[in-house]
């Protein structure tokens, strides 16, 4: 784990203060601690001082230990199950121990649990599956001890308990929907529920609940449109839908909510990269394995300029790769793997001077592997052009082919083994090829003028 690449991520949350005073004790203070490792993901809200800058999709909350120097794409895998919940909930339970009582006998420690008993135990009756026999915790007036249930103040009233938060983590649990419950919780500010088997749609009434601050239904059966509810929900920051069945566009707006942390791999999203993902403030960002189309927006270097990994692969992104690619400068990962990108390679890759991982695989690219790359790019890895018409690779790359850090398996490389039939690279060439602001392509933005021509054009081959 790079300690300086995690601290460099650290981010503060100071737009969240009043639900830091709603869930957090006076001992909450920022704490430098990342969510990677094992942050609980229930009411101790300083462990949400950091976040992981990510495009990737594979971090889980609760997944343990991730590093980000190995290439863990693509994030096809369900997510690994979470930590178990903390044992101690932030605030000892304070009503009665669980009791045989009729339901209009039960004594609860606060009206605001008497309000929520009925809608727990109706989703408790809705429950098809409940494999490790969760919902038997979820019995009597003592809400707070249930299974994945916490309690705490809410934010307006210092001596009353609430339900606060939801952390289902792993808990197998299936249920046909969220609604009725999710939704009818007032005082909810997280509720995680990933790697469970809830399917249905997300309610448009979680739009009311005023202090929801991180949701997370990631690796469910949710299916439908995007759940809109979430727009214009400010006191949102996390929002986790990864790994689920949401189909349709993704709206535009979610990209400059504030949101600290929006990921969204792993559906079936169709639509353009958003042009105003340049004006993101996002800081963790994922989008693979969806059906995004169109070009990657020159404002990229914008949007995921803080981040570490960049994972735009198996998407459906057309169009020439712009320049600014390589201003991507935290970038350790840069991924934009089958798709059906076209054009050569931008010389400005090689300012990408922490990159380890750049997979290019399975595109229309072609023209020749810049030399300057593979000259100037010390940390790399792992450089895959396998699967595109590149035809032209001169002595310093061929060195790294040589060191098993350059792959151009299957590409129109007439001197090199393992490339495409000759018919199949005719067949590609025979349409003229044009990328827009050709000139860009040498322009190397983090060098003195000039120096692309130290690595000069190689000849074409016949
Ligand atoms: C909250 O998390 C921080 C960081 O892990 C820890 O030092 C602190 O003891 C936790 N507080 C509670 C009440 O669990
Ligand atoms: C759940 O309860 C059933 C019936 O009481 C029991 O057979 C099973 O072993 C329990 N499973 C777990 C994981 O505790
Ligand atoms: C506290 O906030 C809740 C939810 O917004 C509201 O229903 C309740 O009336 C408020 N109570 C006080 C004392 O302000
Ligand atoms: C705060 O909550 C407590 C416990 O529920 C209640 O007795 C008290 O009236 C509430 N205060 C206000 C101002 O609503
Ligand atoms: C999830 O639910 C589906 C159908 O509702 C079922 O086929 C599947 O086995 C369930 N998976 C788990 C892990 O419970
Ligand atoms: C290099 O990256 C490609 C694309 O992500 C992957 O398929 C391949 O297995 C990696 N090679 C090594 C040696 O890690």
């Known amino acids: 784990m790079r300690s300086s690449d995690s601290t460099k991520a650290l981010v503060s949350f100071s737009t969240f203060f009043f639900l830091l005073s709603y869930l957090c004790i006076p001992s909450c203070v ?3 601690f990342s969510l990677h490792e094992n942050s609980s993901p229930v009411t101790n809200y300083s462990n949400r001082q950091t976040l992981e800058f990510d495009l990737g999709g594979h971090r889980r909350r609760g997944s343990g230990h991730r590093s980000h120097q190995k290439h863990k794409t693509p994030p096809a895998a369900p997510p690994p199950p979470p930590v178990p919940p903390p044992q101690v909930p932030l605030r000892p339970p304070q009503a009665p121990p669980p009791t045989k009582l009729p339901d209009n006998q039960l004594v609860f420690a606060d009206q605001r649990l008497k309000i929520v008993y009925p809608i727990i135990q109706n989703f408790k009756s809705l429950i098809t599956s409940d494999p490790l026999n969760i919902t038997k915790t979820w019995v009597g007036s003592n809400i707070c001890s249930y299974k994945g249930f916490y309690c705490d103040s809410p934010p307006n ?15 197998q649990l299936g249920a046909p929907s ?5 939704d009818q919780l007032p005082d909810i500010a997280l509720f995680h529920a990933n790697s469970n088997n809830f399917s249905g749609t997300v309610s448009p009434a979680i739009a009311n609940l005023p202090y929801l601050y991180e949701l997370d239904i990631s690796n469910n059966q949710f299916s439908g449109a995007f759940p809109s509810a979430v727009l214009g929900m400010n006191t949102l920051g996390f929002l986790d839908i990864r790994f689920n069945f949401f189909t349709g566009a ?44 169109g070009s990657i927006p020159s404002g990229i270097s914008k949007a995921f300029a803080s981040l570490t990994e960049v994972l735009l692969l198996n998407n ?10 390589g201003l991507l400068k935290q970038a350790l990962v840069l991924d934009v793997g089958n798709n059906q990108l076209t054009g050569p390679l931008p010389f400005s890759l090689a300012c990408l001077e922490n990159v380890e991982q750049l997979n290019f695989a399975g595109n229309l690219l072609h023209g020749m592997v810049p030399e300057v790359v593979c000259h100037e790019l010390q940390s790399l890895e792992n450089f895959s052009l396998s699967d595109n018409y590149f035809t032209n690779v001169g002595p310093i790359c061929r060195s790294l ?13 007439p001197d090199l083994p393992f490339q495409r039939p000759v018919e199949e690279c005719a067949d590609f060439f025979a349409h003229p090829r044009f990328c827009p602001f050709m000139w860009t ?22």
């Open 30 to 32: 920022a704490v430098a």
């Open 157 to 171: 009233n210092s001596s009353a308990i609430a339900l606060a938060s939801i952390d289902f983590n792993g808990f």
């Open 178 to 182: 969220l609604d009725g419950f999710l």
């Open 250 to 293: 993704v709206p535009p707006e979610i990209f400059t909510q504030e949101l600290d942390a929006l990921f969204l791999n792993n559906n079936n999203f169709i639509q353009n990269l958003p042009d105003n993902l340049g004006s993101s403030h996002i800081l963790l960002l994922t989008l693979a394995n969806n059906k995004f189309t």
């Open 316 to 325: 459906q992104l057309t169009g020439c790769l712009p320049y600014e690619i």
């Open 401 to 413: 082919i040589g060191k098993g850090v350059l792959d151009v398996t299957n590409n129109c490389v």
């Open 441 to 462: 392509y040498t322009y190397i933005p983090c060098k003195p003028p000039g120096f692309g021509s130290l690595f000069p054009p190689l000849p074409l081959p016949p």
